[in-house]
Each structure stands twice: as C-alpha cells, then as structure tokens.
C-alpha cells in the first residue's frame, strides 16, 4: 500500500471510529435509531470509504491534468528542436512554462541535467511523479529517439499528434461515462425513496400507534425491514464497485459515490424512524 492510501485509510478508519463512537453514546440518546448496528455498521463503512475514494480520484485528476498537458508539451519541444536547439536545452527552455501536474517531471529531468546526466538518462523515470502511463510512454519514446540519432523534431511532432487524439478520445469516453454513472446514482436514489416510503409510511401505518398492529405483531416484520435496509446496503456497495470498475477497472474509484450513498441512506432511515 503507497502512501496516499495509507493515509487515507487511517483518516478515514479514525473517522468512522469517532463516529460510531457518537451515534452509540450521544446521538442515541437523543434518537434511539443511532444505536441500531443497521445504521453505524454501514456509517462506519461509509466514512472509511469517503477519504479513500477521495485519494483515489484526486490521483485520477491529477493523471487526467497530466495527460492533457503532455501535447503542448510536446509541441513546444518539437518547436525548439526543429530549430537545432538539443533535446536537453530545449528541455530547460520549457521549463519556465506552466504545464501543471507535469511540471514535476520537467523539474526532475532539469535536475539530472544539472547533475551532468546525459538526456537519455534524465528522461529516466519520466512520469513517476504523476503516476500517468501516457507520460512514461511519452519519456521512453523520447529516450529511444534520442539514443538512435534520429529526426527527434519529426518524432516529437508525431508523439504530439497522436497524444492530442488520445486526449480527444478519452474526453469522449469520459462524457459517456459520466452518463452511466448518474443513471445508476438516481436508480440508487429511486430504490432509497421507495424504501423509505415502505418503512417509514407503510409499515408506521399498520403499526400498532397508527391503529393496528395486525401486521406488525408478527415476528417476520422486523426481519422484513432488515431485508430491506441490507437490499439498500448492497445496492450502493454493488453501484460503487461497478462505477469503479467501469471508470479504470478499479473498485476504489468509486468509493467516494458509494460511500456518501451508504452514509446519506443510513442518515434518513436513521432520523426518520426506518430501522
């Protein structure tokens, strides 16, 4: 585990432990549905989720800003060295630009060339800092063409171009992604409002308060309203896995939505009586 997510997951597991810590012994004394292990088990989850997605999709911006960077980047570069200037000066050229997150790796290559590295040797580990597999492979690219000797002005050109349609692409992607993401977030919201009607307006109706307790007098009612509460939990769990593995196959990108389904759901049922 790096360290991002180690901090992350301390964070977040401190976190859920206070808040447990509250709804046990504070909050449960003023609504007695704190206390109910249906609302801290999966409170308790939500906020270890919360600061891990969060990490997580801090990490993907920072690769999304990036990878948007690495044409104009690359076009700069190809403009210097179409004009005779070496890969390393042009290098040191740019670096007074600003090109976001990719600022670091310029900054680590002009460093091993003040070192008296050689360029080839510089553009070693290009990418590192961003985690970005679209900045190593620019980094390898521009290393090889530079050990071979050949037209790195037509090279770097040619990387920049097909970086720009890449970029194109993924936008795309990205857009349509978004799309299937907020329908199975108001899915989730349409199976929360149903099944807080169900709990909270019918079954408080047949109650024996609201004038017969028929229904509710038998034994298989409580396990009835857990059925639903545990349909609700895995609903959100099985949204959050599925947005992270459709946005980059990685079940912790979507911690963050699934952990604010799972804590905003607990919340309702919790002040309005559904446990």
Known sequence: MNGRYAISLTAGFTGAIAFVFLSLFLFSRIIGNFDSPYFYVPAFFAILMIPLGYSRTSYRANIRDT????????????????????LSEGFRRVASNNYGSL????????????????????????????????????????????????????????????????????????????????????SFAVFLIVIVIIEVSFFNAVSPTGGSGIFLAHPDVKAIKAALDLGLYVEAAGIATTIGVVRDRNPISGFLEGGFMLLISTLMLAFLGGF
């Open 67 to 86: 990878d948007s960077r690495l044409h104009d980047l690359l076009r700069d570069l190809s403009d210097y060295v179409m004009f005779g200037v070496p």
């Open 103 to 186: 600022n670091r790796e310029i900054e680590s290559v002009i460093r091993k060339l003040d070192s008296a590295l050689p360029i080839e040797d510089a553009l070693s580990g290009f990418g590192d800092f961003s985690g970005s597999m679209n900045a190593k492979r620019v980094g390898n690219l521009l290393r090889e063409s530079s050990k071979s000797g050949s037209n790195s002005s037509d090279v770097i050109a040619l990387i920049s171009e097909f970086m720009s349609q890449i970029e194109i692409f993924r936008y795309q992607t990205e857009n349509e992604r978004k799309n299937y993401d907020l329908i199975l977030i108001i």
